[in-house]
């Protein structure tokens, strides 16, 4: 078996964010060093108990550091519209040990993690890119230690929080202006996958058959409100974790990639310039579209090998 690959995810669970979450924890090619959690879907203190919540859930021993309260210049906006009050709607988790939190912020236990880690990890990020931006900031060193960023954000079309801006970027283009310029080796899910990684009823009652775990994510895919289920629920997040485990999957295309922080009405739109009209070189590697098919079976599979301490999944 290759190495695995070793991972940060940074997230705002968020509905989308804990199925991305059961992709990536019961595979053996990623080894998931740390999550650290962000304000997003709801604000950082709900992020942080879902992610504890999720852990506890599976028994899992993650560490977990908690993010930046808010975005580097505006003010958080969250999305409980789609993804409940708590954060993760459907499923009634027990309290979390906050205990098992780390001490250090998110910025300071990436850090260490990048510091110590014998190869480069690859920096997952499914929410506002809040803490990854502060870390390139306050740890420029770190930069190489950094294989890739792999994220979920922007459009190359519409938006799905204005009307050309995606929630992650529009809720922080600061931040995501300050990675898409880092140089570093980027690969953009952007709505446009989500928008064909589909989750449909007879999907959701498959993976609620499945195991615990499928009935827990059965019961927040009953809450999630990303247009409704009828319409087939959009997997955001999961195209992250996807990516990194079967990137065939997706259709790929590098193209420059800018994020507008002065419109009125357009900041945090993404401009994916596929015709050259900027005149500068192209920093992301976009996924354009997505084997919606394949992505419903990798995500039953993955969901199939999510293990609880009980052992029953
Ligand atoms: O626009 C979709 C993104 O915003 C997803 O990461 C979802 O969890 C929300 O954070
Ligand atoms: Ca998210």
Redesign the pocket.
């Known amino acids: 078996m290759s190495a695995r690959t070793p991972i940060i995810i940074d997230t705002?669970p968020?509905?989308?964010?804990a199925i991305a979450l059961a992709m990536a924890l019961f595979d053996d090619r990623l080894d998931v060093r740390l999550i650290t959690t962000a304000a997003?879907?709801v604000d950082v203190a709900k992020t942080t108990d879902n992610a504890l919540k999720l852990l506890e859930f599976w028994g899992l021993d993650v560490p977990v550091a908690v993010g930046a309260a808010r975005p580097l210049v505006r003010e958080p906006q969250y999305?409980t519209a789609?993804?409940g009050v708590s954060g993760m709607e459907g499923y009634a988790f027990p309290a979390p040990d906050r205990s098992q939190l780390l001490p250090e912020t998110a910025v300071e236990a990436m850090h260490r993690q990048l510091q110590a880690s014998a190869e480069p990890v690859t920096i997952v990020c499914?929410?506002?890119m809040t803490n990854l931006a502060l870390l390139l900031r306050e740890h420029p060193e770190d930069q190489d230690r950094i294989a890739r960023v792999v994220f979920?954000?922007g459009s190359t079309q519409r938006g799905?929080?204005g009307v050309l801006s995606?929630?992650?970027v529009h809720?922080d283009p600061e931040a995501a202006d300050i990675v898409l310029r880092s140089g570093l080796p980027l690969v953009m899910l952007p709505?446009d996958a989500?928008w064909r990684a589909l989750v449909y009823p007879e999907d959701s009652a498959r993976i609620r058959e499945l195991n615990e775990t499928g009935a827990m994510i059965h019961g927040l895919l009953s809450r999630y409100r990303g247009i409704g289920l009828r319409n087939g629920l959009?997997m955001?997040?999961g195209c992250a974790i996807a990516y990194l485990l079967e990137p065939n999957l997706f259709t790929m295309q590098e193209a420059p990639v800018v994020v507008e922080l002065d419109g009125k009405y357009t900041s945090g739109a993404t401009l994916v310039d596929f015709r050259g009209y900027l005149g500068i070189d192209a920093n992301v590697s976009v996924a354009t579209d997505v084997d919606a098919s394949g992505f419903t079976e990798l995500l039953l599979n993955r969901i199939d090998a999510c293990r609880r301490e009980s052992g029953v999944g």
């Open positions: 705002d968020g509905i989308d964010d997003g879907n999305e789609v993804h499914l929410a506002p979920m954000g799905n929080k995606e929630f992650n809720a709505l989500g959009k955001y997040d």
